[in-house]
């Protein structure tokens, strides 16, 4: 940890309890590491009655200090998690409406050019039916730029006025409602491009306070344990010595390192052994093919992407746009990452709950969401490999069983994952 990141953490954290109501106490300048005592001022405290009783009022207040900060910080990680989660939703639905509307236009747009296309064509055979040469020369020509330039020569002509009148008004009809549609799409996507930065920055925000947070419960483990010792050490009126709390401290710190080091190792194993077993019947999960994507699940899909009706249960309300595909594979199943890429971000994410982003370059980005409590394998800024065990299957987030929400983004919105990696000799 760099300085100025100490220095920003710090900053939080006084904030954070202020906002939670913690007083500060007389001795809280001593709530950094600096300044907690040492086991030489513990046992020069224990020598004097009066300081002895300041010391232990100190620790406790250390301790308190210690666990407020925990606090007050993890819900600040919450409340931008879920800020996160409502921003990365707006976005989602913006892209997907501006698409939408684009798609639309560019169909009316077909449809007017070809309304225009079919109406020159009568207009063409009623003037060779006429003998006007002059004007079957206007049509045959290939000087009309487009349908604008088509139906502004057709509204001149009056045998077309007269026996063509329903072609040319849809020709005019479709021609004004793509143009229409095109306005549209441009609007939606400068709000699009606005949540879009929105999102983004609620994103860093979140993974800052997820990382502050973190950072709190880091310092209140290393230091907990030696004050609470200490504190023991103060109040205790027996012959024990304060190199017997040392010494108890230290075999406490490795137990608890040692302890830490199992349950991650026995969390991956568990999540392999999962995968392993088939899970919901999707086969697959972590095997990388020729294209270098890999199944990031070995679970059946339980849901699909689009527009759903919304679902709600004890944890909250589902979206009613399901911006991936979720995939079942039971609870604590390996999680695997889709493609190569760097990690940027992994924390909470308001209704995914536990969530990882990949950023795997050229605009592509994948995202796994409802991952369990101390689920996540990987760190912000990690390179993962296509395959890699990155996380396990939870139920955490506004989620109804344990399964992995699975996301494909180009260009940050969202886009359907079966086609997507279907592409990439993927089924989903």
């Not at 549209?184 to 930065?197: P, T």
């Not at 306070?209 to 880091?218: E, G, K, P, R």
Request: hydrophobic share 40%; charged share 20%.
């Amino acid at each position: 940890m760099n300085r100025r990141t100490a220095l920003g953490i710090g900053i939080l954290g006084v904030a954070a309890l202020s906002s939670f109501g913690v007083a500060l106490n007389p001795f809280g300048s001593r709530a950094y590491a600096a300044d907690y005592p040492s086991w030489d001022d513990v046992a020069a405290a224990k020598a004097n009655e009066a300081a002895k009783a300041q010391e232990i009022t100190n620790i406790q207040n250390l301790i308190a200090g210690l666990e407020a900060d925990v606090a007050a910080k993890q819900q600040l990680a919450k409340q931008a998690g879920d800020e996160f989660y409502v921003a990365q939703q707006d976005f989602f639905v913006a892209a997907w409406r501006a698409d939408e509307l684009q798609r639309q236009a560019d169909a009316q747009s077909a449809a007017a050019d070809d309304a225009a296309t079919k109406a020159g064509r009568v207009a063409a055979q009623l003037y060779r039916n006429g003998g006007d040469d002059t004007s079957m020369e206007l049509f045959f020509s290939s000087s009309a730029a487009g349908a604008d330039d088509l139906l502004t020569r057709l509204g001149t002509m009056d045998k077309l006025v007269e026996r063509n009148q329903d072609l040319y008004a849809q020709a005019v009809t479709a021609r004004d409602s793509a143009q229409s549609l095109s306005d549209q799409a441009a609007v939606q996507r400068a709000e699009r491009d606005r949540l879009q930065k929105i999102a983004e920055e609620k994103m860093i925000a979140a993974q800052q306070a997820a990382d502050a947070a973190q950072a709190a419960l880091d310092a209140q483990n290393a230091k907990k344990g030696e004050l609470e010792a200490q504190l023991a050490a103060l109040q205790d009126t027996t012959a024990k010595t304060i190199a017997e709390y040392q010494e108890g401290e230290r075999i406490r710190k490795e137990q608890e390192a040692a302890a830490a080091a199992a349950a991650a190792a026995k969390a991956k194993a568990d999540a392999e052994a999962a995968a392993a077993a088939g899970g919901g019947g999707g086969g697959g999960g972590g095997a990388v093919v020729g294209s270098g994507w890999a199944r990031p699940s070995s679970g059946w899909q339980s849901s699909g992407y689009g527009w759903r009706s919304s679902q709600c249960g004890s944890q909250g309300c589902a979206s009613t746009f399901h911006a991936g595909v979720d995939l079942a594979a039971g609870c604590g199943a390996g999680i695997y990452a889709a493609s190569a890429g760097r990690v940027v971000y992994a924390g909470d994410n308001g209704g995914y709950g536990n969530y990882i982003k990949l950023d795997h370059g050229g605009g592509i980005g994948t995202g796994y969401g409802h991952i369990r409590n101390g689920g996540i394998f990987v760190s912000v800024g990690q390179w993962v490999s296509a395959g890699q065990l990155i996380a396990s299957e939870g139920n955490t987030g506004r989620s109804f069983g344990c399964h992995c929400h699975f996301e494909v983004y180009v260009n940050g919105g969202t886009v359907n994952p079966v086609p997507f990696m279907a592409a990439r000799g993927i089924s989903v």
